[in-house]
């Protein structure tokens, strides 16, 4: 087996509102990464001249590592770490908008989640839930322009109001005691 194709995420405008599916997509989301950043990174590092049943073996060994990792995190496997103590380990996707500092969403996937030991039987064979449309993609591009377009404003706004310095490159409000302008991002003091 080769590389599994990946296709594109959702994008996260076109989520759905509801929680449950919420998760179901942020955990396939996982899935496409977990398959592109680790499988797939570990599978293109064996030698390219590697007899078919021994590159059928390491494939397998990679599956079983990220199989066993999946059953840590969905809590399947005991924890201990003494007499009287065990260690829960908690999956998260923390979905983050480059023009707002802080998470947007914040969504369990592990332990509490949809399974990840169900799900990665499916990603190994390229199944990673709905497929984004060109309709989910031009929403996105839509609504994160439209996000953008009001947190820009916002911010402007806020230092319009404390100061009447501007970027001499993008002429924008730039206080003067910025080193660099938070909009174009270019040096405006030495």
Not at 38 to 58: I, K, S
Not at 112 to 119: D, I, K, Q, S, T
Request: contains cysteine; proline residues 7%; glycine residues 6%.
């Amino acid at each position: 087996m080769s590389d599994i194709p990946i296709p594109p995420p959702i994008p996260y405008a076109a989520w759905p509102v509801n929680r449950n599916d919420q998760v179901i997509v942020a955990s396939h989301t996982f899935g496409r990464h977990l398959i592109e950043y680790a499988r797939n990174y570990a599978v293109a590092r064996l030698p390219a001249n590697l007899p078919t049943d021994q590159r059928t073996v390491a494939e397998k060994a990679v599956f079983d590592a990220l199989y066993g990792v999946m059953m840590i995190l969905d809590g399947v496997t005991g924890r201990p770490i003494d007499d009287e103590h065990q260690v829960r380990y908690t999956l998260l996707a923390q979905v983050d908008n480059r023009y707002v500092e802080a998470p947007i969403a914040t969504i369990e996937l592990a332990p509490n989640g949809e399974g990840l030991c169900m799900a990665i039987h499916g990603w190994f064979e390229g199944d990673f839930g709905r497929q984004a449309t060109d309709a989910d993609r031009a929403a996105a591009v839509t609504k994160a322009s439209a996000a953008h377009r009001a947190t820009l404003a916002e911010k402007v706004a806020k230092d319009a109001a404390i100061t009447d310095h501007l970027c001499p490159h993008c002429g924008k409000p730039c206080p003067t005691y910025r080193k660099t302008c938070r909009y174009c991002k270019k040096r405006v003091s030495s």
